[in-house]
């Protein structure tokens, strides 16, 4: 009899270790399947804030006229990171202090680069988290610009260049003065001052772009950490900086450094008396911290390096 007290013991006492058992089973893998939802959600946010995030830099060209690039190509050969910084080239040329953000042991002693590693970190961060965006007036530069930015895109650098002079209006033909000797156009502008022989001097009619309407569209929603500028436009500063100032972007929560070349055979004919004096001390009504005016003006390989970009 008391054996079979003992069996029956036994048995009750396995049936309620496999209940149990069961029972733990049964949350391990509830909590398992939950896991993996909650991953999986986590995953696809992230996907689609990357997408989200690509959508916003494609857009970037969207309300511009004539980009050098095509704006539906934006991001292609892109990291998927955001634009965590924003180089700002005002005034292109050649396109050198681009190549200069993205390939500095290229141009060793320029005076730009210690200023670049300040606000971008080191060559392999800007890399893979700057966004540059270049404007360029003179249709003579276009082609390389546009093969610039082809070569950059192919390695992953994000580079988009602008064929529109740099204004406070949107969308309006202006006259683009320049130099017929290739070898030394570097003044082309709005203005034929700094064009020594007029009688061979070459017009172009480009459109122009709103810088203001530019930074607020289009720099601004990608919410970088940093934006770099350089403004270097040929005597269109004294209108385009007042501009600036009156919209209230040369705060340093909009654009963080800012190097100016002010073109002093321009202010006459601009009817200016504006200068880096007084620049600052306009800023200073926006009631804000104002953008570090950065006191360097770098225009060293003018002529470019030897190295192709797309090397």
């Not at 009817?271 to 009631?287: H, N, R, T, W």
């Not at 804000?288 to 192709?308: G, L, Q």
Request: glycine share 4%.
């Amino acid at each position: 009899m008391m054996c079979v007290t003992r069996n029956n013991w036994l048995r009750y006492l396995t049936i309620i270790l496999i209940i149990l058992c069961v029972f733990f089973v049964n949350i391990y893998v509830r909590d398992n399947i939950k896991n993996e939802a909650l991953e999986k959600e986590s995953f696809l946010k992230q996907r689609q804030d990357r997408h989200d995030k690509r959508n916003s830099v494609s857009n970037v060209a969207d309300n511009l006229h004539t980009p050098v690039s095509n704006a539906g190509d934006e991001t292609k050969g892109a990291h998927e990171e955001e634009c965590r910084y924003v180089y700002l080239d005002l005034g292109s040329n050649k396109g050198v202090q681009i190549r200069k953000l993205f390939e500095p042991a290229l141009y060793p002693g320029a005076e730009i680069l210690p200023y670049f590693d300040k606000i971008f970190g080191n060559v392999e961060q800007r890399r893979k988290y700057a966004c540059a965006f270049g404007f360029e007036a003179n249709p003579r530069h276009f082609t390389r610009l546009k093969y610039i930015e082809d070569a950059y895109k192919r390695k992953g650098f994000r580079v988009t260049f602008f064929k529109n002079a740099v204004s406070n209006e949107q969308n309006k033909n202006v006259t683009i003065f320049s130099e017929t000797n290739f070898d030394l156009d570097w003044g082309a502008g709005i203005l034929d001052v700094a064009i020594h022989n007029k009688a061979n001097m070459t017009r172009y009619e480009v459109p122009t772009v709103d810088i203001v309407k530019f930074i607020n569209e289009e720099i601004k929603p990608l919410n970088p950490k940093a934006v770099f500028v350089k403004m270097d436009i040929e005597g269109s500063e004294y209108t385009v900086l007042p501009h600036m100032v009156k919209n209230k972007v040369l705060c340093k929560n909009v654009l963080t450094s800012m190097v100016v070349e002010m073109h002093g055979w321009a202010k006459e004919q601009m009817k200016s008396e504006l200068d880096l004096k007084k620049l600052k001390q306009s800023m200073k009504a926006q009631i804000c911290a104002p953008t570090e005016i950065v006191p360097v003006d770098d225009e060293s390989y003018k002529d470019d390096v030897e190295v192709d970009p797309g090397a």
